[in-house]
């Protein structure tokens, strides 16, 4: 599992602590400014840790002082009710960030416990479960990291780590051959995807040379004979509403990756509270 933490973890905290902090925090004002306190993190519902390195930052960009002692690791799971953290510190900094270090920490346990339910499901075959861009903006690199945390592969970062020619450049562009011929010739070193939709698109794009192939709403049917065309010779990836409910069956087709964008753009954030001892 590739748990490398983002680079910009740091920065990401001190924006969501300006965003809510603004100015002051008027409300723990009225606290005894050297009022000490213990205070618990507790799960509320199951499900997979993950987040701990943002709750981590967002106490000590507030207090350096403030110690957050973990129960168990990150990508490990708990149950409803369970003690994930005792913080102990100075109560005014603690109450400041209790929000903004909650919402890091059900978010991201929220999409990593996607993840895991979705990979657990397929995990008797060979298929991938992959995350797509369709993340929330300035916090694509942190759900790219839950998703990991999860059991499941990144697919490209953004627009500039690698080649997914879709339907609209490809129309720009003249063609499937077309488009893949000036990416080969523009960047050498990047791997080539592009999207087609039916299994005459999938042909021209395998004489074409692309590096993977991915194939847009195809049926169950389909994506089989799609397998047996390829015969390796590039990574096919199914994508296109694909849903639990689907998800084994497009997986037992033999296709190498399946994109879920409902990893990150449906997430569900888990149900965690702070409570002071």
């Known amino acids: 599992m590739n748990t490398f933490l983002p ?4 920065s990401v905290v001190r924006y969501a602590l300006a ?16 009022k000490l306190v213990s205070a618990r993190i507790i799960s509320r519902e199951d499900g997979v840790l993950c987040g701990s390195p943002w709750v981590n930052r967002v106490f000590s960009q507030l207090d350096n002082s403030i110690a957050v002692k973990w129960q168990l690791n990150e990508s490990e799971t708990f149950k409803a009710n369970q003690v994930l953290a005792q913080i102990d510190g100075s109560a005014r900094p603690i109450m400041s960030g209790e929000r903004t270090a909650l919402n890091f920490l059900q978010l991201l346990s929220g999409t990593a416990s996607c993840t895991r339910e979705l990979t657990s ?5 060979s298929a991938k479960l992959l995350d797509t861009r369709k993340t929330l903006p300035g916090l694509r690199s942190a759900q790219k990291y839950a998703v990991r945390i999860g059991g499941g592969q990144n697919h490209r970062m953004g627009l500039f780590d690698a080649y997914l020619i879709k339907e609209n450049h490809i129309a720009a562009c003249g063609g499937i051959s077309e488009v893949i011929l000036k990416a080969r010739t523009v960047s050498m070193d990047k791997s080539v995807e592009i999207e087609v939709q039916n299994l005459t698109q999938l042909q021209e794009a395998l004489t074409a040379g692309a590096n993977k192939i991915l194939l847009d709403n195809f049926d169950i049917l389909t994506l089989q004979e799609a397998v047996k065309i ?16 689907i998800l084994v069956k497009i997986a037992e087709t033999g296709v190498d990756y399946i994109s879920i964008g409902a990893l990150t753009k449906h997430c569900r954030a888990i149900d965690l509270s702070l409570l002071i001892d």
């Open 19 to 34: 965003e809510d902090i603004g100015n002051g925090d008027i409300t723990a004002e009225l606290i005894p400014a050297k």
């Open 121 to 125: 499901r397929i995990e008797h075959t």
């Open 230 to 245: 390829n015969q390796g010779q590039s990574k096919l990836e199914a994508s296109g509403g694909i849903d639990q409910d």
């Open 7 to 10: 680079s910009d973890i740091d």
